[in-house]
């Protein structure tokens, strides 16, 4: 693929604007009322942000997965089980948005404030782990 053919620091760059976007994208669908979007695009922030981590700190190349979880194990960080939790329910984001049978549950659970809170999580869990990183990584918000 694509990535096989980039050089390292190509990758990283690739992963981590692709985080930063994503975020920036989830504001934008947040503003416009686009809250199921808005959820999805955390879900892909989030999960491109832990590809970068892994890039950047671990030996293999960062896997072909959705899974936040997964993801997660493979930075070698300790996370909280309240964040795993939260990681697990915003895996669901990328099931629910995708998936029409699906999809008419999830609008109507993204409510304004239900996409308001994950939004905040999603912030605060990329913060987060910026701080984990001790500063080795470039920030993404």
Not at 28 to 35: A, P, S, T
Not at 61 to 76: G, M, R, V
Request: proline share 1%; charged share 25%.
């Amino acid at each position: 693929g694509i990535l096989n053919s980039m050089a390292k620091d190509e990758i990283l760059d690739f992963w981590l604007q692709g985080s930063k976007d994503d975020f920036n994208a989830t504001l934008n669908l947040f503003k416009g009322q686009y809250y199921s979007q808005a959820l999805f695009f955390c879900h892909l922030s989030l999960e491109k942000y832990l590809k970068y981590f892994i890039e950047k700190n671990c030996k293999n190349s960062a896997p072909f997965t959705h899974n936040l979880i997964q993801l997660a194990e493979l930075t070698k960080i300790k996370f909280t089980k309240e964040q795993i939790n939260l990681l697990s329910d915003i895996n669901n984001f990328n099931i629910r948005a995708r998936y029409d049978d699906f999809k008419r549950g999830f609008y109507k659970k993204a409510t304004l404030d239900f996409t308001e809170k994950y939004i905040k999580i999603t912030k605060e869990l990329i913060l987060w782990l910026e701080k984990q990183s001790q500063n080795q990584l470039k920030r993404v918000l």
